[in-house]
Structure formats: structure tokens, C-alpha cells
Antibody
Framework: QLQLQESGPGLVKPSETLSLTCSVS????????WSWIRQPPGEGLEWIGY???????NYNPSLKSRVTISVDTSKNQFSLKLNSVTAADTAVYYC????????????WGQGTTVTVSS | IQLTQSPSSLSASVGDRVTITCRAS??????LAWYQQSPGKAPKLLIY???TLQSGVPSRFSGSGSGTDFTLTISSLQPEDFATYYC?????????FGQGTKVEIK
């Protein structure tokens, strides 16, 4: 059974870079799209972007200037970098699998809380 | 594309039939998914392609609609169904979510 696990610092200082990794187990990272979704405390869901197994990316324009998503197929991992963070970036960050846009976001990690604070 | 869910919250009893609507600001064909999120948990995919039930999801959940107007129906509300529900469009980028509908116990 496919499982996703986010990892990375839970506290990031303002203006620094948030870095998270998603480890994929129980299946291959090939032939899918891999997304990051975030949810600020008490708020709704926001799509950050995705990367395909081949490395093509698509980002939310609201974050595009600050976001990089990359994939390491040899490690079955993909990563998120968000630079110049502010308190508004405080959220639970989820890594998610998407087979295709027709099939929705079908496998979710448990989520990791990132707080931006000095 | 903006998605507007209604209502934002509702109170219902076990056994009730519940309907949540999601309206898109422009046509999205059938590229709509529904998710359930229980407190402290990751969202869970319930329905994709507007009406197709994800594997393992109980048949009391159903979806309908196409274009701009969609509904999620729970035919007989169960205790484990008290949660927040989100719609999401995957027709065009950026993928967007509705603001959520919280289903509470009456």
C-alpha cells in the first residue's frame, strides 16, 4: 500500500527557506504527478504545485516566484522549497499523489506542521 | 477558477440526508473531486470526476453535476461522517478548492 511521509524542520525563521521532503514507500514514484498542498491553521486547502515523475512542474501563480518542487526518482522522493517565508506561510503541508487530473488527489501524507517565527 | 460551497456549515442528525453544493465560477466539465477531512487528519478523496466513487468509500456518498454546478450527497449520515468537506476543480491551473462545508452533529 502506497504511503507518503513528509519530513523537514517544523520551525523556520522569517525570510528564510522552507524545505520539505516527501518519501514515497510501497510503490514507485514513476508515472504519477506529485503535489504539495498546504492548510493554514483553521483555514482551507491551497494547492502549491506539482511535479511529474519526469520532472515537469506546474505551480500556483500566487506562489510561483518563491516555489521550487523537485523529484529524486533514485530515492523515491520529491521535495518542496519555499523561499522568503513569512508568518503567512505557517501551515500544515501535505504531500499528495495525483494519477491524473481526472482522478483527483488520491493518496495523502499525514501532513507536517511548519511554523514561521523568529 | 473560484469554487463556492454552500452551506459553509450545517447541523444534522445521524440518519439524515445531507446535500452540499459546489458552484464553479466557470465551466469545469466533470473535473471535480470531493474530499472529507476529519479534525487533525489529512483530507481523504471521496469522489472524482464529479460522480465516481473512490475505491473503499461507502455507497451512501454520491456526487453529481457537470459544468458549473455540483452536489455531494450523503444518503444517511453516520457518526463518522461528521467532518469538513471540500470540493476541488482540476480542470485548469491553478487547481483550486472550495472553502469547505463543516458538517456538525445536531
Amino acid at each position: 500500500q502506497l504511503q507518503l511521509q513528509e519530513s523537514g524542520p517544523g520551525l523556520v525563521k522569517p525570510s528564510e527557506t522552507l524545505s520539505l521532503t516527501c518519501s514515497v514507500s510501497g510503490g514507485s514514484i514513476s508515472n504519477y504527478f506529485w503535489s504539495w498542498i498546504r492548510q493554514p491553521p483553521g483555514e482551507g486547502l491551497e494547492w502549491i504545485g506539482y511535479i511529474s515523475y519526469s520532472g515537469s512542474t506546474n505551480y500556483n501563480p500566487s506562489l510561483k516566484s518563491r516555489v521550487t518542487i523537485s523529484v529524486d526518482t533514485s530515492k523515491n522522493q520529491f521535495s518542496l522549497k519555499l523561499n522568503s517565508v513569512t508568518a503567512a506561510d505557517t501551515a500544515v503541508y501535505y504531500c499528495v499523489r495525483c494519477t491524473s487530473s481526472w482522478f483527483g488527489l488520491d493518496v495523502w501524507g499525514q501532513g507536517t506542521t511548519v511554523t514561521v517565527s523568529s | 477558477i473560484q469554487l463556492t460551497q454552500s452551506p459553509s456549515s450545517l447541523s444534522a442528525s445521524v440518519g439524515d440526508r445531507v446535500t452540499i453544493t459546489c458552484r464553479a465560477s466557470q465551466g469545469i466539465s466533470s473535473y471535480l473531486a470531493w474530499y472529507q477531512q476529519s479534525p487533525g487528519k489529512a483530507p481523504k478523496l471521496l469522489i472524482y470526476a464529479a460522480y465516481t466513487l473512490q475505491s473503499g468509500v461507502p455507497s451512501r456518498f454520491s456526487g453529481s453535476g457537470s459544468g458549473t454546478d455540483f452536489t455531494l450527497t450523503i444518503s444517511s449520515l453516520q457518526p463518522e461522517d461528521f467532518a469538513t468537506y471540500y470540493c476541488q476543480q482540476l480542470n485548469s491551473y491553478p487547481w483550486t478548492f472550495g472553502q469547505g462545508t463543516k458538517v456538525e452533529i445536531k
